[in-house]
């Protein structure tokens, strides 16, 4: 039976719009900030291979790495009607700790799933070795609770021993429980969504829309692809260190394009570290995935088709596809951004007029836990935006969020409604952005006081190594983190934990973006 | 009898021989009506952008001379001030340290895939911004006075700026304003216009707050002079204006606090439908308004819903408006296929010009040359035929999209309709079953010009049994207008358990009411007229996002079951907590009868024309609406046409004739 352009796009909007649904209802009920403020979440839709179909365009760092997590829940084999499964663990379908995926079989007769619906939702916490769980680790167990796939629905019955189980092992347990229900939710009303179209179309019509919809992502890739001249491409770039004392890490990638065909290589990264910035394959085939979706035009679909053009090599126990028992916590935030600065740069060689200038890559995650005033554990987590590199069109963005993360910030005054910290500061950074034709954006200055002791975590990148410019453009400058202590500062390292006391103000700098193209002005006219 | 209140010699309008006037400024047409006792005429002209008093005082003088009347007016000053980048020069003073809050914003970008991401442009550049060294702690506390020599020092730094207006925005304003109102007192001293954010929105989150403040100090001064340009020239007239919360208020708030005029657009066509619903009886409705660029929906569940999360041209505006939702879909959404092979309707849109293939100008193929394809409207008759179209044009439109999807041109025809419905669909939706309502316990109420074309097939698409075609569904908002209540707005974020008992609560809506009282009064309502709704913006403590529920001792319970409804959960074991108190006060408005006396005779049709519907060409009647008598009653398929609209009425479905004029299709 043929395709019918009408009926692909009436059935493309109405899959993306049961994303959208699920993603409204997960935001709205959430307790973490990093899901209700911050929108660290993603919603998707797979067929009954577990291809995904349609996805919620939320955070691009989910974007590739779901299907493992739907892969995952899959290999148990023995799902059935009612049932959910949950899961974080970066080597049986997550990507780090604290991303707890839930994955819902939907049935419509027959004995296998016709469907998957899942979301992936930033928790504030899932226990480990420092509040937040993005600690400074040196193997999984120290970065909280692993849960592989398991069950935490049977039957439409939620298991309160596991969930009692999961909740005794994290800080803020009951905030957990909230998000819990939130994520559970937004899986019921994509069910009855679901239900509402196979209701509408019939289930084999609706299938053989959801197959044709990946035909689709994968034509429109093809197109992608197709306007990039034929070629082999190479860049390398460097993360400062892994956290644990060793570094720099070098990552390096080979981008072939032939025709229609894309390969993406990065055979030639550093093996994994010690430290806590492995990522999993997971990761790196998100970076990918949104390269290339950034080639394409708007509009474009979000589905596994689209990711069928590109093949991804990287070798098991590289910091780009690391193996158990790594520390993954950084991975996630930090390397996945310096795995897009090395395509980019790769793809610029390419296609010189289109790409910009390295942005200021590092996602500046910081954690901060202790104890409120009131006796109970407060742990306050954010990722601080920097400068945009500049590129062809202009001079790019000052203090935004860049590629694999688009989270927003905790308003000000609902931070110090909230937890025991003042913000005495937060602005652009003047002069941050590098030199060029067009100017790389500006990074942030963000300094907050406590107002009680408590623990400190900060995972940066760029405090060493400078965002690159392209085409003549300067790098973008290095990020820098002090802690001010009475009279005292301290310049700190980019990624480091210690206990601050009350009165302490932390200073952190972001890094700027690098800037595009030689500047032609006269030295000293900016 | 007329009643005298204010100062000004205001006449409340209420009841008397005084005319009426509705005004609803459009982009493309200038829209009016006017009731007079039993007397109901309205005007259509258009629109005069350079300076749109010009239409408005053509118009009403048409309908009434120079003689006095009451004139409520939907204006788009403020609202296309703020789009086209004209709004006043605008300085920002903000706490030391936050210079940059409105460029940080939330920091996100627009669009995530954006290979070069941008963010709007701020309305107040760095030179313009102000730091001000002082600091309020959440609870109100003063860490940092703000003294008297540090007000100095930015009067003098505002003043060297050059801008005629300020806003101010210091965090934490909402729990301590005295720092805000100190300021505002020396600025205006020098003569300039402020907007403070303790006045315009008494709620936390910063960079919210200080974007209303900014868009309401940018646009009031271009209002101002508007209006005080329209009254001078309605020297003997009463105006009022409309705000997006569908209530109307006299020109000298609307000139202050012009942000909240923002949206009054959309608002006055939304009251126009609820109360033409509630005529008929039905006071369920969604509603359902077809533009040429966009659709508007709403839904109304016995009342006008409201929200407080709009973003105008990238800005949030955070005032209550009635919430509607909109998509870019409408008459003239372009058709193409993609490189996939979908077919794409929309978002880019032929719009007024070169508009719809049809029209003469256009080339590509758009939702009205589909509809014109398919025999769904008539050539002859479109807007009273008063504007030629051209149908081979548009046949020769659609045909180009068909051969590129080897198609049929007529299925072609049939799916960019398809396509474009599942997109209203997509927003019917979203109002309603997203935020838990069943859309089959409620009637589609299509109105704009192509509203009645579509809405058979929506309501069927969402399971509704009944459509309501109001009179004039062309002129629907300038009908609202005349209808809209007078209303205001407070609130104030308070962030306290939900413990709180009921007592303390209403201290804490004492002052707000109070205010709201001494404000009605100024804008000339009798203290007996005036009702007062109490509401708590309330959430799971640890939540982000707040549910309204209406003030009541079984507040808790009511959140409960919102929240369950809207999200399908709740935990009544969970802590509650009172982020914002709210007031809204409220003077009831008029309420004409419209439509006039209902036909008698025999219902006769204009002639028989063929229809494609469901893939096939089918014999179907025509009817002029104002030829249609009372009680007439027909079945599906057929088209009913007047003057601002074609309405299809779809096999399977009965159209029936209502007392006040509305035609009811039921299935």
Redesign the interface.
């Known amino acids: 039976m043929s395709i019918d352009p009408i009926r692909l796009e009436v059935l493309k909007n109405r899959f993306s719009s049961l994303c959208e649904e699920m993603g409204a209802v997960l935001m709205r009920t959430a307790f973490s900030p990093n899901i209700k403020e911050r929108r660290d979440f993603s919603c998707a839709l797979f067929d009954g291979n577990a291809e995904m179909v349609a996805q919620a365009a939320h955070i691009p760092v989910h974007l590739g790495s779901m299907p493992m997590a739907v892969a995952a829940a899959l290999e148990r084999g023995d799902l059935a009607s009612g049932d959910a499964v949950l899961l974080n663990d970066p080597y049986r379908g997550g990507t780090h700790l604290p991303d707890m995926t839930l994955v819902t079989p939907v049935f419509f007769g027959g004995k296998k799933p016709a469907f998957y619906l899942a979301n992936r939702a930033h928790h504030a916490d899932v226990g480990g070795m420092s509040a937040g769980s993005l600690p400074l680790s040196t193997e999984i167990f120290q970065e909280g609770l692993r849960i592989p796939p398991v069950k935490i629905v049977k039957g439409g019955v939620l298991d309160e021993d596991l969930v009692d189980l999961l909740l005794a092992n994290v800080r803020t347990g009951d905030e957990r429980r909230g998000d819990l229900y939130a994520q559970l939710a937004a899986n019921r009303v994509g069910e009855r969504r679901l239900a509402e179209m196979v209701a509408h179309f019939g289930l084999e019509e609706t299938r053989r829309y959801a197959s044709a919809l990946l035909d689709y992502g994968e034509k429109m890739m093809e197109g992608v692809i197709a306007s990039i001249p034929d070629g082999c491409y190479s860049f390398q770039d460097v993360l400062d260190d892994d956290g644990a004392g060793s570094g720099p890490v070098a990552l390096r990638c080979t981008v072939r394009i032939a025709g229609r065909r894309a390969e993406v290589d990065f055979s030639g990264c550093d093996g994994q570290v010690a430290g806590c910035v492995n990522a999993v394959r997971a990761i790196t085939l998100s970076a990918v995935s949104y390269v290339f979706r950034l080639l394409a035009p708007e509009g474009f679909p979000s589905n596994a088709g689209c990711m069928r053009p590109i093949t991804v090599k990287t070798l098991a126990g590289t910091v780009v596809d690391c193996v158990f028992p790594a520390a993954v916590a950084g991975g996630n935030v930090e390397t996945s951004q310096r795995i897009v600065d090395i395509l980019l740069g790769a793809l610029a060689k390419a296609i010189p007029a289109a790409v910009p200038s390295a942005s200021c890559g590092s996602m500046s995650n910081l954690t901060i836990g202790g104890r409120d005033g009131k006796g109970g554990l407060f742990t306050y987590y954010e990722t601080i935006a920097g400068g945009a590199g500049a590129g062809p069109a202009g001079r790019g963005a000052s203090g935004i969020q860049t590629h694999m993360t688009n989270t927003l910030n905790t308003p000000v005054e609902a931070l110090e409604h909230a937890y025991p910290l003042r913000v005495r500061r937060y602005r652009l950074r003047e002069g941050s952005g590098g030199r060029g034709r067009h100017r790389g954006g500006e990074g942030v200055e963000k300094e907050i006081e406590l107002l009680t002791d408590a623990r400190i975590t900060l995972l940066s990148d760029r405090r060493v190594s400078r965002p690159y410019g392209l085409q003549g453009g300067g790098a973008g400058a290095v990020g820098r983190n002090r802690l001010l202590r009475g009279e005292e500062e301290t310049e700190l390292a980019g990624k480091c934990t210690f206990q601050g006391r009350a009165g302490d103000r932390l200073c952190i700098e972001t890094p700027g973006g690098g800037g595009w193209g030689e500047d032609l002005a006269p030295e000293g006219d900016v | 009898m007329t009643k005298r209140i204010d100062q000004e010699q205001e006449v409340f309008p209420s009841h008397s021989a005084i005319p009426l006037i509705g005004v609803d400024t459009g982009g493309t047409f200038t829209d009016l009506v006017m009731v007079r006792g039993d007397e109901l005429r309205t005007w259509k002209l258009p629109s005069t952008p350079a300076d749109p008093s010009r239409a408005v005082l053509e118009g009403v003088r048409r309908l009434v001379g120079d003689a006095p009347a009451f004139v409520f007016h939907g204006s788009t000053v403020a609202t296309n001030a703020l789009l086209e980048g004209k709004g006043a020069c605008v300085a920002l003073v903000v706490t030391e ?5 409105l ?2 914003g ?4 627009p669009d ?8 709007t442009e701020p309305l107040v550049p760095g030179e313009r911004v102000v730091e001000a060294r002082e600091r309020v ?2 609870n109100g506390e003063v860490a940092v006075p703000l003294l008297a020599e540090q007000i100095a020092k930015i009067v003098t730094a505002v003043s060297k700026t050059g801008a005629s207006s300020v806003a101010v925005c210091l ?2 304003s909402y729990a301590m304003p005295e720092h805000e109102s100190a300021l505002t007192e020396a600025l205006e001293r020098e003569g300039l216009e402020v907007s403070a954010s303790s006045r315009i929105l008494v709620e ?5 707050r200080a974007s209303t403040t900014v868009v309401n100090a940018s646009v009031s001064p271009i209002m101002g002079q508007y209006l005080e340009r329209l009254q001078s020239a309605l020297p003997g007239s009463t105006l009022r204006i409309m705000q997006s919360n569908g209530g109307a208020i006299r020109p000298r708030t609307a000139a202050k606090e012009a942000v909240r005029t923002i949206l009054s657009g959309p608002a006055g066509g939304m009251v126009g439908a609820f109360a033409a619903a509630r005529r008929a009886g039905f006071d369920r409705i969604i509603t359902f308004d077809m533009g040429g660029t966009s659709t508007d929906v709403g839904l109304c569940a016995g009342e006008i819903p409201f929200t407080a999360e709009a973003v105008v041209a990238g800005w949030p505006v955070k005032v209550p408006m009635i919430d509607i939702h909109t998509v870019g879909a409408g008459g003239g959404s372009i058709a193409r ?9 929309g978002p880019q849109s032929a719009g007024a010009d070169p508009g719809p293939a049809c029209y003469g100008r256009g080339e590509e193929a758009t939702v009205t040359d589909a509809n014109l394809c398919l025999g769904r409207l008539l050539p002859e008759s479109f807007l009273g035929g008063r504007m030629p179209l051209f149908p081979e044009r548009a046949q020769a439109a659609v045909e180009r999209l068909a051969r590129g ?1 080897r ?1 049929p041109v007529e ?1 072609m025809a ?2 960019i309709v ?2 474009a419905e ?2 209203m669909a ?1 927003a019917l ?2 109002v309603s079953i ?1 935020r838990g309502h069943d859309p089959r316990d409620f009637t589609l109420l299509p109105f704009g010009g192509a509203g009645g074309l579509h809405a058979c097939s929506l309501a069927e698409t969402l399971g509704m049994r009944r459509i309501l075609i109001p009179v004039g569904p062309g002129l629907l908002s300038a009908f609202g207008l005349v209808v809209a209540d007078t209303v205001r707005d407070y609130s104030l974020s308070v ?1 306290i358990p939900g413990e709180t008992g009921e007592k303390a609560l209403k201290e804490l809506f004492y002052p707000l009411e109070e205010r709201a009282r001494q404000e009605m009064k100024d804008e000339g309502a009798l203290e007996d007229d005036i009702e007062l709704v109490f509401s708590l913006d309330l959430r ?1 403590r ?4 707040e549910v309204n529920v209406p003030f009541s001792k079984d507040f808790r319970n009511a959140f409960h079951r919102r ?1 369950e409804a ?4 709740c ?1 009544e074991g ?1 802590e509650i907590e009172i982020v914002t108190v709210r007031l809204r006060s409220r003077v009831p408005g008029h309420s004409p009868a419209f439509g006039g006396e209902p036909r008698r005779g025999e219902l006769t049709r204009l002639r028989d024309s063929q229809v494609r519907i469901d893939a096939e060409l089918v014999h179907c009647p025509i009817y002029l609406r104002e030829t249609l008598p009372l009680q007439a009653q027909f079945e599906g398929p057929a088209l009913i046409v007047e003057e601002s609209a074609t309405h299809l009425v779809r096999p399977g479905w009965r159209a029936k004739m209502t007392r006040q004029g509305c035609v009811v299709l039921e299935r």
């Open positions: 340290g936050f210079r940059d809050l460029l940080i939330r920091q996100n970008r995530l895939y954006a290979l070069h991401p941008r963010r702690l959440p965090l934490h936390f989150r910063e960079f919210e296929l993609d490189e996939g092979g979908a077919l794409r309707v999807a198609l299925k049939e799916g398809e396509v599942e997109t997509a939706r979203v997203a962030l799971y640890g939540q982000s996002f929240h809207l999200y399908g959960y935990d969970r």
